[in-house]
C-alpha cells in the first residue's frame, strides 16, 4: 500500500526552529508537497520537492531525499502564527496526490 | 490572491435536504478539479476527481448517488450533498491545478456544512 507518515504533534518555542519530518511509501514518485493548514482554514501551498536537496524559501526550508523516501520541513525564527498543521503529500506516478495525516505544531512564547 | 473560489463558505441545513457547493477556477482552465472532506483533527480524505465533461471519478467507499459531482465547464465543479444527513456534516474543500507534475494544488476556502 501507499502511505506518508509524519507526527501527530511537536510543540516548539516562539523563536526557535523546528523540524517536521515525513516519510513515505508511494508506487512512485513525482515530487513531495509541504502544505499549511490554520484550524477551520484550507491548505496553503508551501513547498514542492522533486529532486534531491535543500529548498530554501524566507524561513521555511524543505529537504527531500528520493533514496530513502524522506522529507523534512524546517521552520527558522517561529512566531506564533506558524501555529498549524503542516500536511505532507507526494504525487505518485499516476500524478495521484497522498496525503499524510498531518503535523500539528504548537508554538509557544 | 485567490485562484480557486469555493462557495457558500458556510451552510446549515435540514436533514433531507441537498446542498450544492459550487468550485471556481478564477484564472486558469481545469480540466480536473478536485474534492476533498475533511473530519475535525483529521486529515484531508479524497472523496472524488471531477473531470470535465465526463463522469467524475469516485474514491472507494464513496455514494456517487448522494454526492453528485458536474463539472460542466473548464473553470466549474459542483458538488451536491443529497439528502444529507448529520453524519454529513464535514468540511468540504475543492482544489484544482493548473498543470501536472510539478503544479501544487490550489485550494478553495472551503465549506463547513452543518446539517441539523
Known amino acids: 500500500g501507499q502511505n506518508i507518515d509524519q507526527p501527530t504533534e511537536m510543540t516548539a518555542t516562539e523563536g526557535a526552529i523546528v523540524q517536521i519530518n515525513c516519510t513515505y511509501q508511494?508506487?512512485?514518485?513525482?515530487?513531495l508537497f509541504w502544505y499549511q493548514q490554520h484550524a477551520g482554514e484550507a491548505p496553503t501551498f508551501l513547498s514542492y520537492?522533486?529532486l534531491d536537496g535543500l529548498e530554501e524559501k524566507g524561513r521555511f526550508s524543505s529537504f527531500l531525499s528520493r533514496s530513502k523516501g524522506y522529507s523534512y520541513l524546517l521552520l527558522k525564527e517561529l512566531q506564533m502564527k506558524d501555529s498549524a498543521s503542516y500536511l505532507c503529500a507526494v504525487s505518485n506516478s499516476n500524478y495521484q496526490l497522498i496525503w499524510g495525516a498531518g503535523t500539528k505544531l504548537i508554538i509557544k512564547p | 490572491g485567490a485562484v480557486v473560489s469555493q462557495h457558500p463558505s458556510r451552510v446549515i441545513c435540514k436533514s433531507g435536504t441537498s446542498v450544492k457547493i459550487e468550485c471556481r477556477s478564477l484564472?486558469?482552465?481545469?480540466?480536473?478539479m478536485f474534492w476533498y472532506r475533511q473530519f475535525p483533527k483529521q486529515s484531508l480524505m479524497l472523496m472524488a476527481t471531477?473531470?470535465?465533461?465526463?463522469?467524475?471519478?469516485?474514491e472507494q467507499g464513496v455514494e456517487k448517488d448522494k454526492f453528485l459531482i458536474n463539472h460542466a465547464s473548464l473553470t466549474l465543479s459542483t458538488l451536491t450533498v443529497t439528502s444529507a444527513h448529520p453524519e454529513d456534516s464535514s468540511f468540504y474543500i475543492c482544489?484544482?491545478?493548473?498543470?501536472?507534475?510539478?503544479?501544487?494544488?490550489?485550494f478553495g476556502n472551503g465549506t463547513r456544512l452543518t446539517v441539523t
Open positions: 520537492n522533486v
Open positions: 471531477s473531470n470535465e465533461g465526463s463522469k467524475a471519478t469516485y
Open positions: 508511494t508506487s512512485g514518485f513525482n515530487g
Open positions: 484564472d486558469f482552465q481545469a480540466t480536473t
Open positions: 482544489s484544482a491545478s493548473r498543470g501536472q507534475g510539478s503544479s501544487p494544488l490550489h
